[in-house]
């Protein structure tokens, strides 16, 4: 079974950067990535994604030019770069994983099979 363990979460002033990691159990090169984001109130909602295939990458419209996602295959990590946050991006954020067999990534929640823990993100206004 694969497991995902997210970490970098924490208080952030609006305007400020947080960087997320999401480290996997085992190598993940051929996976897709997604980071999802739960907000108070809201249920789960996709924020962005990494293909496996070509490292092709997706973002839902409320955070593109501001976070970007990456992934680092060699320490089975990826990463989300969240700049300019704003209080509106506050939330527990989930990295999952989808065995794609390439297929390119989605921010659909339905197509990801392993999820992490979550780390909380709080950006005060």
């Known amino acids: 079974q694969l497991q995902l363990v997210e970490s970098g979460g924490g208080l952030a002033q609006s305007g400020g950067s947080l960087t997320l990691s999401c480290v996997a159990s085992?190598?993940?090169?051929?996976?897709?990535i997604g980071w999802f984001r739960e907000a108070p109130g809201k249920g789960l909602a996709g924020v962005s994604c990494?293909?496996?295939?070509?490292?092709?990458?997706g973002y839902t419209e409320a955070v593109k030019g501001r976070f970007a996602i990456s992934r680092d295959n060699a320490k089975n990590t990826v990463y989300l770069q969240m700049n300019s946050l704003k209080p509106e991006d506050t939330g527990r954020y989930y990295c999952?994983?989808?065995?794609?067999?390439?297929?390119?990534?989605?921010?659909?929640?339905?197509?990801?099979?392993?999820w992490g823990q979550g780390t909380q993100v709080t950006v005060s206004s």
């Open positions: 990494i293909s496996g295939s070509d490292g092709s990458t």
């Open positions: 999952a994983a989808d065995l794609a067999e390439n297929r390119l990534c989605a921010t659909d929640r339905n197509e990801y099979e392993h």
């Open positions: 085992r190598f993940i090169p051929f996976y897709n």
